[in-house]
């Protein structure tokens, strides 16, 4: 099928880019840079296609600092499996029909490379705020040998879920910490909510892990609404100085 072929089907935008090989572009943008859907269209003989997004969904994810891992990679091959497309081990997403059946299998395409794009954005690594790196100097310069960095465990949902810190891993009276970063109206809600999530799974699957969320001071009067919500799963600690911090995890 050549470009003038594919705009009459689809009625999106197309660029002839080499011997039999098209490349359309949807309206519809992964979450991530605002890159826009679109996939390589190439006849391979005998009436049939072959739909390809060249690997760029997930190389833009790794681009960005999502690292490959064999869970991962099954969770992604469970998603192109549901959408009835295959995933090769360079990480391609493709499709091979007949021509006349392009709208469909061009339709399942997209569903399937914006799924499995947006399904990376839980393993983009987390920007550390410039409060969680403050407590990190903090724990780690005072609690030597005692502290992990985003330390991850299975909550009741059996999802793994991430914590910014762990004091005493693997021990009797582990504690989980998690920061809570303030804005200029108070603190980040995004993260309290996020926050009072990860304490609930983590409390249903194992109600004796400590788990501390230490809040960065703001004025605002949404700070005390934050304590008293995350206060429902964890224990909370406004900050206020290293040693009233450490006072908490006193050997």
Not at 29 to 53: A, C, E, K, N
């Amino acid at each position: 099928m050549n470009c003038q072929q594919l705009k009459e089907a689809f009625g999106l935008r197309c660029t002839h880019v080499g011997d039999d090989v098209s490349y359309l572009e949807t309206n519809l943008s992964l979450p991530h840079y605002g890159t826009l859907v679109g996939g390589y269209v190439q006849s391979i003989g005998r009436g049939r296609i072959r739909i390809s997004d060249n690997a760029d969904t997930l190389f833009e994810a790794i681009f960005l600092g999502v690292k490959p891992t064999a869970k991962r990679s099954q969770a992604v091959e469970k998603l192109a499996k549901q959408f009835g497309v295959q995933i090769s081990d360079a990480g391609e997403i493709t499709v091979s029909c007949a021509e006349e059946d392009a709208a469909y299998f061009f339709s399942r395409y997209v569903e399937a490379a914006f799924t499995i794009g947006s399904a990376t954005l839980d393993w983009y690594p987390e920007e550390a705020t410039e409060f969680e790196r403050h407590i990190a100097k903090v724990l780690v310069a005072s609690l030597k040998g005692r502290v992990k960095r985003q330390f991850q465990v299975t909550g009741a949902s059996g999802h793994q879920l991430k914590f910014h810190f762990a004091i005493d891993p693997g021990r009797p009276g582990m504690s989980l910490v998690q920061t809570v970063s303030a804005q200029e109206d108070g603190p980040n809600w995004t993260s309290v909510y996020t926050t009072s999530g990860k304490m609930i799974d983590v409390k249903n699957a194992n109600p004796d892990t400590r788990r501390m969320v230490i809040l960065e001071p703001s004025p605002s009067i949404e700070l005390q609404r934050a304590r008293t919500v995350l206060a429902e799963t964890a224990e909370v600690l406004v900050y206020e100085s290293p040693a009233q911090l450490l006072s908490r995890f006193a050997a």
